[in-house]
């Protein structure tokens, strides 16, 4: 069975860090792209960034470009997301996705995680 399971999330002060990670198991994603995408209450889901497989091409959106870095390490089948400076308005459940493709639509995605809570206090 495919698993993506997120971590790191928790309750920072604006201005503070956090580090996501996401650990996939049941099959190898090394070829597959990777993403992180968000979703706060009451709003639709939004892409947050996107990785290639082999990590030389990504996706920012522009609310988070400068702050967050997205990586991953195939050889732990795991893709990070650091967010630095975060803001009270990056607060929402964040998701990891796996993918054939690397694009910044939600519907690309096949696999998901369930969700790690951010919640940044101002």
């Known amino acids: 069975q495919v698993q993506l399971v997120e971590s790191g999330g928790g309750l920072v002060q604006a201005g503070g860090s956090l580090r996501l990670s996401c650990a996939a198991s049941?099959?190898?994603?090394?070829?597959?792209?990777r993403g992180w995408f968000r979703q706060a209450p009451g709003k639709e889901r939004e892409f947050v960034a996107a990785l290639s497989w082999g990590g030389g091409t990504t996706y920012y959106a522009d609310y988070v470009k400068g702050r967050f870095t997205i990586s991953r390490d195939n050889a732990k089948n795991t893709v990070y997301l650091q967010m630095n400076n975060l803001k009270p308005e990056d607060t929402a459940v964040y998701y990891c996705a796996a993918g054939a493709a690397l694009l910044t639509t939600a519907g690309a995605y096949v696999y998901w995680g369930q969700g790690t809570q951010v919640t940044v206090s101002s």
């Open positions: 049941g099959r190898t994603f090394g070829s597959y792209a």
